[in-house]
């Protein structure tokens, strides 16, 4: 399993995939420049392997790619793998194909698209060809949405193998709506319960996390409630100053990045997750899951994430009126909430188990590993 370690969805999904493996007796090898974001708890039949960094004066930069290359590599012959799996397109499915061609015995190949390798292309054209040799050297391609794998059609045009989507998931036990030991900590932050609005990102542009603030300014100006953001990044300065500028310093509270986010879910009341671009919006998912409804955009894969009118809303990206009013809709009818909030746990639960996708990547894993 190759993967980025850093706070993000991809990350998350590889892991929790290979625990969910793990648990069905596979031997799953991570391979990533440091240990993955939730891939803390021991596991006898998961392995780490780190890309140790090098330095030469004639680097500018430590050629990453060519060092995961040789991990992979490395990694392949001393624990015998049977198949790479490939977690974004650039550069790990690009190493994995070096990796490949260093081989006596060339493995299989399977790379998940997650949705930024994808849509980077269209910020940046510099990835375009590489972007279109990792679909094409895979032997298997899978989406974590539909929408995606349009997208990624629509971009680099139909792939001989084509793309199967797979969509991601939860593990109902983890994420499962309030328990008792929550409930204290619910009091912390609402001591006079107050309503509780959260959103999770790693702070990138494309999340607007600017836009949750304004979201939450203009809820509160009708109704008592907090803000919980969890999660840090390259946009945390200008969220800070915009909670500064709006007035807001005692009714928002910055987390941090958390691992553990489903304990705070089960404290929330709506999650917000206003996203530019979002192929699939795996924290929408977690929440919805915890029994928080979900108001977000109507971009990527959301729509088929969230179910407009039973588990949320989803308006346009920038509708802060439209979202703004969504949330005190939910608010403002306890016995309408109720129903939201139930219909999102049964809705993940029914939609997106774990043991679905699991199974659904075994028999990917059964497909290379047969074909001669
Ligand atoms: O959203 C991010 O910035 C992180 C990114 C990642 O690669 O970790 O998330 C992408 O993959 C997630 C897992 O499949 C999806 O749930 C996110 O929607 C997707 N992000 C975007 O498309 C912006």
């Known amino acids: 399993m190759v993967c980025y370690p850093s706070y993000g969805g991809s990350g998350v999904v590889a892991a929790e995939l290979g625990y969910a493996l793990g648990e069905r007796g596979h031997e799953v090898h991570f391979i990533s420049s440091s240990r993955p974001f939730r891939l803390h708890r021991y596991h006898e ?3 780490f392997h780190e890309v140790t960094e090098v330095s030469y004066p004639l680097f500018k930069t430590a050629p990453y790619t060519l060092l995961l290359a040789n991990k992979i590599v490395d990694v392949a012959n001393f624990a015998g793998l049977d198949i790479i799996h490939a977690h974004y397109a650039i550069p790990h499915s690009i190493s994995a194909y070096l990796a490949v061609q260093m081989m006596a015995k060339p493995l299989p190949l399977v790379t998940t698209l997650h949705g930024t390798d994808v849509t980077l292309v269209g910020a940046y054209e510099e990835f375009f060809q590489l972007t279109r040799l990792a679909l094409k050297v895979s032997d ?5 949405s539909q929408a995606l794998a349009l997208e990624t059609e629509r971009t680099f045009g139909k792939t001989d193998q084509g793309i199967q989507v797979i ?4 593990d109902h036990k983890v994420y499962c709506p309030l328990s008792s030991s929550t409930r204290r900590c619910r009091r912390y932050f609402a001591p006079q319960g107050e309503k509780i609005l959260a959103h ?3 702070f990138r542009e494309v999340k607007r996390v600017v836009d949750v603030v304004d979201i939450f300014a203009r809820v509160e100006k009708r109704l008592d409630c907090r803000l919980l953001l969890i999660g840090d990044g390259p946009e945390m300065s200008r969220v800070e100053r915009e909670v500064v500028r709006l007035g807001l310093e005692g009714k928002v509270q910055f987390l941090g990045k958390q691992e553990s986010v489903h304990e705070i879910l089960q404290m929330v009341d709506v999650f917000l997750l206003p996203s530019e671009q979002e192929s699939f919006g795996l924290t929408a998912l977690e929440a919805m899951a915890c029994g928080v409804p979900v108001v977000a955009s109507r971009v990527g894969g959301l729509p088929e994430v969230v179910q407009h009118g039973k588990t949320g809303f989803l308006k346009e990206v920038g509708d802060l009126e439209g979202m ?3 949330v005190v ?3 403002s009818d306890e016995a309408r909430y109720k129903t939201f ?3 999102a746990v049964r809705w993940a639960r029914e939609t997106f188990p774990v043991e679905r996708a699991v199974s659904e990547y075994e028999k990917v894993y059964e497909s290379v590993v047969q074909s001669p």
């Open 45 to 47: 039949q998961l392995f």
């Open 140 to 144: 298997r391609l899978t989406s974590v």
């Open 167 to 170: 969509p991601n998931f939860i």
């Open 200 to 202: 999770i990102s790693n």
């Open 324 to 326: 703004s009013e969504a």
């Open 329 to 331: 809709e939910l608010l």
């Open 341 to 343: 909030s139930e219909q």
